[in-house]
């Protein structure tokens, strides 16, 4: 790859909530940018794909191996599940020098197997972890760089307004520092979601706020942070669940018992379960007490 050649066309593997909104943004740019999800592949939502990406500006392929063809830049964008998945089929697609970004969250031994495979083909591979979620700021939201050429990447991506930083010329590193911090943030996600789940059935929930906005008063316990915090297990549980299946895998990797990872699995993808059992879907504006009572009414 060169850096002193402007970034100008982009694959996107995965077109769900990152992916959409950072095809949407380079095409904003001027970059060309072709996309391949998986669900193009199911003719219920063909249609909702192909409607967004038309909205987007982003041409859809119905291969991933159409989707990376002569582009310069390849952005992986899919659930932790599938991550090795795409990049050992994306290996041998790719030409030599083309750059696979690998976006998703998942354990640095993950990272490494895709790194080789991608490698073994000729590609080139950048760990990436995205440290925030990516709606609110775009392409302003945080992103490590790991491996050898991510100094190059992050000047193709800084012109454009990304938020890159090069963190390490080694694959994982950037991979372990999201998964560290999933361990405490996905974690108070579903530590929330216990509490006051449970608060809510003994009628205590008003009095555990009020303790702890006193114990914590900068965290928005008196106002939103309750909302926030449920909602993105009730809309993202299930893939945060899988995400933190990685995150146990990071933890285990080095010797570590992975005991809160594995309760958070249990929690985050708990209660999107229990909302498919109750024919629940996710719905804005979120309130968490009227998702509690719905779901425990019968306790």
Known sequence: ???????HSVALIGFGEAGGIIGQDLVALGVAVRAYDRLLDDPARRGALQAKAEAAGVTLCDSATAAVDGVQLVISAVTA????AVAEGIAHPLQPGQVFMDINSVAPATKQAASAAIEAGGGVYVDAAVMAPVPPQRLQTPILLGGQQAEALAQ?????????????????VAS?????????????????TECLATARQ????????????????GMGWDARQPHYLISRV??????????MEEVAKTVADVG????????IVHTQRGLVERMAEFGLPYSDPFDWPTLVDTLYADQ
């Not at 555990?208 to 914590?216: E, R, T």
């Open 81 to 84: 599940g599938s991550a090795l």
């Open 156 to 172: 193709w991506l800084a012109p454009l307004g990304f938020n890159v930083q090069v963190v390490a010329d080694r694959i994982g």
């Open 1 to 7: 790859m060169s850096s002193s050649t402007p970034l």
């Open 256 to 263: 570590v018992a992975p005991h809160m990872s594995q309760a």
């Open 234 to 243: 009730a809309e993202h549980g299930r893939r945060r669940a899988e995400e």
């Open 176 to 192: 372990a520092i999201k998964m560290c911090r999933s361990v405490m943030i996905k974690g108070l996600e579903a530590l929330t």
């Open 202 to 217: 003994y009628g205590a929930e008003e009095r555990v706020l009020a303790s702890l906005h006193k114990s914590f008063p």
